[in-house]
Antibody, heavy 120, light 107 residues
Framework: QVELQESGPGLIKPSETLSLTCTVS????????WNWIRQAPGKGLEWIGY???????NYNPSLDSRVTISIDTSKNQFSLELKSVTAADTGVYFC??????????????WGKGTTVTVSS | DIQMTQSPSSLSASIGDRVTITCRAS??????LNWYQQKPGKAPRLLVF???RLQSGVPSRFSGSGSETDFTLTISGLLPEDFATYYC?????????FGQGTKLEIK
Protein backbone atom coordinates (compact mmCIF):
# COMPACT_ATOMS: atom_id res chain seq x y z
CA GLN A 1 0.00 0.00 0.00
CA VAL A 2 1.04 3.63 -0.44
CA GLU A 3 3.11 5.09 2.37
CA LEU A 4 4.36 8.63 2.93
CA GLN A 5 7.41 9.66 4.93
CA GLU A 6 8.33 13.23 5.85
CA SER A 7 11.95 14.24 6.30
CA GLY A 8 13.81 17.41 7.12
CA PRO A 9 15.51 19.32 9.92
CA GLY A 10 13.83 19.25 13.29
CA LEU A 11 15.25 22.57 14.42
CA ILE A 12 15.61 25.79 12.47
CA LYS A 13 16.31 29.38 13.43
CA PRO A 14 13.90 32.29 13.11
CA SER A 15 13.97 34.03 9.70
CA GLU A 16 15.37 30.90 8.00
CA THR A 17 13.59 28.81 5.38
CA LEU A 18 11.97 25.53 6.42
CA SER A 19 12.47 22.76 3.87
CA LEU A 20 10.71 19.40 4.15
CA THR A 21 10.41 16.47 1.76
CA CYS A 22 7.74 13.79 1.56
CA THR A 23 8.74 10.50 -0.06
CA VAL A 24 5.98 8.41 -1.61
CA SER A 25 6.50 4.64 -1.59
CA UNK A 26 4.33 1.76 -2.75
CA UNK A 27 2.65 3.78 -5.47
CA UNK A 28 3.09 6.49 -8.07
CA UNK A 29 3.03 10.20 -7.43
CA UNK A 30 1.27 10.68 -10.76
CA UNK A 31 -2.45 11.29 -10.91
CA UNK A 32 -2.91 12.76 -7.46
CA UNK A 33 -2.85 16.00 -5.49
CA TRP A 34 -0.22 16.12 -2.73
CA ASN A 35 -0.76 18.18 0.42
CA TRP A 36 1.06 19.63 3.37
CA ILE A 37 -0.79 20.14 6.65
CA ARG A 38 0.59 21.30 9.98
CA GLN A 39 -0.42 21.25 13.62
CA ALA A 40 0.91 23.66 16.23
CA PRO A 41 1.44 22.16 19.70
CA GLY A 42 -1.93 21.45 21.31
CA LYS A 43 -3.81 22.99 18.39
CA GLY A 44 -5.87 21.85 15.41
CA LEU A 45 -4.97 21.00 11.85
CA GLU A 46 -4.03 23.75 9.40
CA TRP A 47 -3.96 23.10 5.66
CA ILE A 48 -0.83 24.61 4.08
CA GLY A 49 -1.29 23.83 0.41
CA TYR A 50 -1.25 21.24 -2.34
CA UNK A 51 0.34 20.51 -5.65
CA UNK A 52 -1.06 18.41 -8.45
CA UNK A 53 1.45 15.96 -9.91
CA UNK A 54 1.43 17.91 -13.16
CA UNK A 55 2.54 21.11 -11.40
CA UNK A 56 -0.46 23.27 -10.50
CA UNK A 57 -0.53 24.53 -6.93
CA ASN A 58 -2.89 26.10 -4.41
CA TYR A 59 -1.89 27.55 -1.07
CA ASN A 60 -3.57 28.66 2.14
CA PRO A 61 -4.10 32.40 1.63
CA SER A 62 -2.68 33.11 5.10
CA LEU A 63 0.64 31.49 4.10
CA ASP A 64 0.66 32.15 0.36
CA SER A 65 3.45 34.73 0.39
CA ARG A 66 5.86 32.37 2.19
CA VAL A 67 5.04 28.91 0.81
CA THR A 68 6.30 26.95 -2.15
CA ILE A 69 5.40 23.32 -2.86
CA SER A 70 7.28 21.46 -5.55
CA ILE A 71 7.30 17.95 -6.91
CA ASP A 72 9.93 15.59 -8.32
CA THR A 73 8.15 12.81 -10.15
CA SER A 74 11.42 11.05 -10.97
CA LYS A 75 12.09 10.59 -7.25
CA ASN A 76 8.45 10.14 -6.23
CA GLN A 77 8.87 13.03 -3.81
CA PHE A 78 7.28 16.38 -3.13
CA SER A 79 8.62 19.19 -1.00
CA LEU A 80 7.60 22.15 1.13
CA GLU A 81 9.49 25.42 1.55
CA LEU A 82 8.32 27.96 4.09
CA LYS A 83 10.27 31.20 4.17
CA SER A 84 10.99 33.61 7.03
CA VAL A 85 9.85 31.28 9.79
CA THR A 86 8.97 32.43 13.30
CA ALA A 87 8.12 30.58 16.49
CA ALA A 88 4.51 30.46 15.28
CA ASP A 89 5.63 27.99 12.59
CA THR A 90 6.64 25.43 15.23
CA GLY A 91 4.65 22.23 15.07
CA VAL A 92 4.16 18.86 13.45
CA TYR A 93 4.13 18.88 9.66
CA PHE A 94 2.21 16.15 7.81
CA CYS A 95 2.19 15.26 4.14
CA UNK A 96 -0.94 13.65 2.73
CA UNK A 97 -2.33 12.35 -0.54
CA UNK A 98 -5.63 13.62 -1.90
CA UNK A 99 -7.70 10.95 -3.59
CA UNK A 100 -10.87 11.43 -5.64
CA UNK A 101 -14.06 9.43 -5.93
CA UNK A 102 -17.01 10.74 -7.92
CA UNK A 103 -15.53 14.27 -7.75
CA UNK A 104 -15.19 14.11 -3.95
CA UNK A 105 -11.66 14.95 -2.80
CA UNK A 106 -10.29 13.67 0.49
CA UNK A 107 -6.95 13.00 2.22
CA UNK A 108 -6.75 9.24 2.40
CA UNK A 109 -3.06 8.56 3.07
CA TRP A 110 -0.98 10.49 5.58
CA GLY A 111 2.62 10.49 6.67
CA LYS A 112 3.40 10.03 10.35
CA GLY A 113 4.42 13.67 10.67
CA THR A 114 7.68 15.37 11.47
CA THR A 115 8.22 17.84 14.31
CA VAL A 116 9.74 21.21 13.46
CA THR A 117 10.87 23.64 16.14
CA VAL A 118 11.74 27.23 15.34
CA SER A 119 14.16 28.56 17.92
CA SER A 120 17.42 30.45 18.09
CA ASP B 1 -12.28 31.69 2.61
CA ILE B 2 -14.75 29.09 3.80
CA GLN B 3 -14.72 28.83 7.60
CA MET B 4 -15.60 25.58 9.36
CA THR B 5 -16.96 25.63 12.91
CA GLN B 6 -17.34 22.46 14.98
CA SER B 7 -19.40 22.00 18.11
CA PRO B 8 -18.90 21.11 20.79
CA SER B 9 -15.17 21.69 21.23
CA SER B 10 -15.08 18.87 23.74
CA LEU B 11 -17.46 16.13 24.75
CA SER B 12 -17.54 13.58 27.55
CA ALA B 13 -19.30 10.28 26.94
CA SER B 14 -19.38 6.70 28.19
CA ILE B 15 -18.67 3.41 26.50
CA GLY B 16 -21.74 2.37 24.53
CA ASP B 17 -23.11 5.90 24.16
CA ARG B 18 -24.24 7.45 20.90
CA VAL B 19 -22.61 10.80 20.22
CA THR B 20 -23.04 13.44 17.54
CA ILE B 21 -20.53 16.08 16.48
CA THR B 22 -21.63 19.04 14.40
CA CYS B 23 -19.76 20.97 11.74
CA ARG B 24 -21.04 24.16 10.14
CA ALA B 25 -19.65 25.83 7.03
CA SER B 26 -19.69 29.61 6.54
CA UNK B 27 -21.24 29.11 3.10
CA UNK B 28 -22.69 26.22 1.16
CA UNK B 29 -20.23 23.45 0.39
CA UNK B 30 -22.92 21.09 -0.96
CA UNK B 31 -21.61 17.74 0.32
CA UNK B 32 -17.85 18.26 -0.04
CA LEU B 33 -17.22 17.48 3.61
CA ASN B 34 -14.81 15.00 5.13
CA TRP B 35 -14.32 13.74 8.69
CA TYR B 36 -11.06 12.61 10.29
CA GLN B 37 -10.12 10.99 13.59
CA GLN B 38 -6.84 11.82 15.29
CA LYS B 39 -5.30 10.14 18.31
CA PRO B 40 -2.48 11.74 20.33
CA GLY B 41 0.87 11.59 18.54
CA LYS B 42 -0.66 10.08 15.40
CA ALA B 43 -1.62 11.28 11.97
CA PRO B 44 -5.29 11.87 11.22
CA ARG B 45 -7.30 8.99 9.78
CA LEU B 46 -10.04 9.49 7.19
CA LEU B 47 -13.46 8.29 8.37
CA VAL B 48 -16.03 9.80 6.02
CA PHE B 49 -15.84 11.62 2.68
CA UNK B 50 -18.55 13.28 0.62
CA UNK B 51 -20.47 14.00 3.85
CA UNK B 52 -21.84 10.46 4.18
CA ARG B 53 -19.56 7.98 2.41
CA LEU B 54 -17.72 5.70 4.80
CA GLN B 55 -14.06 5.17 3.95
CA SER B 56 -13.10 1.56 3.34
CA GLY B 57 -12.24 -0.22 6.58
CA VAL B 58 -14.04 2.23 8.87
CA PRO B 59 -16.51 0.53 11.24
CA SER B 60 -20.19 1.00 10.49
CA ARG B 61 -20.82 2.59 13.91
CA PHE B 62 -19.49 5.77 12.30
CA SER B 63 -21.86 7.69 10.05
CA GLY B 64 -21.98 11.11 8.49
CA SER B 65 -24.83 13.23 7.22
CA GLY B 66 -25.70 16.72 6.11
CA SER B 67 -25.50 19.05 3.16
CA GLU B 68 -25.04 22.71 2.26
CA THR B 69 -23.79 24.22 5.53
CA ASP B 70 -24.70 21.78 8.30
CA PHE B 71 -23.12 18.37 8.85
CA THR B 72 -22.94 15.76 11.58
CA LEU B 73 -20.72 12.85 12.48
CA THR B 74 -22.42 10.21 14.63
CA ILE B 75 -20.78 7.38 16.49
CA SER B 76 -23.27 4.74 17.62
CA GLY B 77 -22.08 2.56 20.47
CA LEU B 78 -18.80 4.11 21.60
CA LEU B 79 -15.84 1.78 22.01
CA PRO B 80 -12.68 2.59 23.97
CA GLU B 81 -10.72 3.14 20.76
CA ASP B 82 -13.12 5.91 19.65
CA PHE B 83 -11.91 8.39 22.25
CA ALA B 84 -9.95 10.83 20.12
CA THR B 85 -10.20 14.22 18.45
CA TYR B 86 -12.40 14.57 15.37
CA TYR B 87 -12.01 17.13 12.59
CA CYS B 88 -14.22 18.11 9.71
CA UNK B 89 -12.66 19.45 6.49
CA UNK B 90 -14.21 21.03 3.42
CA UNK B 91 -12.98 20.31 -0.08
CA UNK B 92 -15.51 22.43 -1.95
CA UNK B 93 -13.28 25.30 -2.95
CA UNK B 94 -9.76 25.22 -4.29
CA UNK B 95 -8.55 25.95 -0.76
CA UNK B 96 -9.21 23.47 2.00
CA UNK B 97 -10.08 24.29 5.60
CA PHE B 98 -10.47 22.22 8.74
CA GLY B 99 -12.76 22.72 11.68
CA GLN B 100 -11.08 23.42 15.01
CA GLY B 101 -11.65 19.90 16.27
CA THR B 102 -13.85 18.12 18.81
CA LYS B 103 -12.14 16.20 21.59
CA LEU B 104 -14.13 13.16 22.70
CA GLU B 105 -13.23 12.08 26.21
CA ILE B 106 -14.29 9.23 28.46
CA LYS B 107 -16.79 10.21 31.17
Amino acid sequence: QVELQESGPGLIKPSETLSLTCTVSGGSISGFFWNWIRQAPGKGLEWIGYMYYSGSTNYNPSLDSRVTISIDTSKNQFSLELKSVTAADTGVYFCARVAETDYYYYMDVWGKGTTVTVSS
Amino acid sequence: DIQMTQSPSSLSASIGDRVTITCRASESITDYLNWYQQKPGKAPRLLVFGASRLQSGVPSRFSGSGSETDFTLTISGLLPEDFATYYCQQSYGTSYTFGQGTKLEIK
